[in-house]
């Protein structure tokens, strides 16, 4: 444990930081699209239509935190149910995962908390209500459903595609817009969480507890369910590294074998901006 502190506390930070990065943006984007008194909401009065915008700017942002050298990394899982399936598929250290969660926790709490800082009485407005994701009109049972369909997708697309050498530097387009239509179709069920870290970091400030346990259960629950296919699939041999975006030319901190994925050596070109580096 002592080792894993010393030894690995950036990529701890970052993982805190990129969450907590990602929360000030969603309570920023929830405040200039959703408050009442925002230009935007005045003009925008469908509300799918802000769902769409918000899912575009968070989706942007969730890629952005993927490609940047932090998220490089720290493999940018921003996500207890994502650092535990990569920890059951046995590329992340026990206690690496340990940190990871805690820091993640943490992190998302204080994005929430500085944004909350910046914003004042607007991101208290009951429009934004801290950006905090709870149950929708459908009820507990749908918005667990819905949780776990969208968890479901997402992890398998991430495992799909990070242990192809094709489509191993677009992880993160792909992630981003899954992001992106979860928010825009799905968060009218459950406010689109996927992440336990990020509903109890905007749920402890709001002091809305309600279907909680629904982000506790349902995205891990769907995330492991989706690497038991893929493994199925594929073989869990076949999980080479924890990282959704393997380009960053430091250390890698898991049990990394992408040295033995098929293709590697001929990874095509990557998408404009990112730069190639360790493999």
Request: aromatic share 10%; charged share 10%; proline share 7%.
């Amino acid at each position: 444990m002592v080792d894993s502190l010393l030894n690995h506390w950036p990529e701890y930070l970052i993982e805190a930081g990129l969450l907590g990065t990602f929360m000030v943006a969603a309570c920023f984007a929830v405040v200039i699209i959703e408050h009442p008194r925002s230009t935007i909401a005045q003009r925008i009065s469908h509300p799918h239509v802000r769902r769409v915008i918000i899912g575009v700017l968070m989706g942007l942002t969730a890629v952005a935190l993927i490609y940047s050298p932090f998220g490089q990394r720290s493999g940018a899982h921003m996500n207890p149910a994502t650092t535990l399936t990569f920890l059951v598929l046995g590329r992340v250290k026990p206690w690496d995962a340990v940190f990871y969660i805690i820091f993640q926790f943490l992190g998302a709490l204080a994005g929430v908390r500085l944004a909350e800082l910046i914003l004042g009485r607007h991101v208290k407005h009951e429009a934004v209500n801290y950006a905090v994701t709870v149950p929708g009109r459908r009820g507990i049972p749908a918005a667990w459903l819905a949780e776990f369909i969208i968890a479901f997708g997402m992890m398998l697309t991430v495992l799909h595609s990070t242990n192809h050498a094709s489509s191993a530097p677009y992880t993160g387009v792909f992630a981003g817009l899954l992001v992106a239509v979860y928010i825009a179709v799905e968060a009218p069920l459950s406010g689109m969480s996927m992440n336990p870290a990020r509903t109890l970091g905007s749920a402890i400030p709001a002091r809305t507890y309600r279907g909680l346990w629904v982000y506790f259960t349902a995205p891990p629950l769907a995330m492991l369910t989706a690497a038991a296919v893929y493994a199925a699939l594929f073989g869990i041999d076949t999980v080479y590294c924890a990282k959704l975006n393997h380009n960053h030319d430091g250390p890698c901190i898991f049990n990394c074998r992408l040295d033995e994925m098929p293709g590697r050596g001929a990874t095509p070109a990557e998408p404009p901006g990112i730069q190639h580096g360790d493999r």
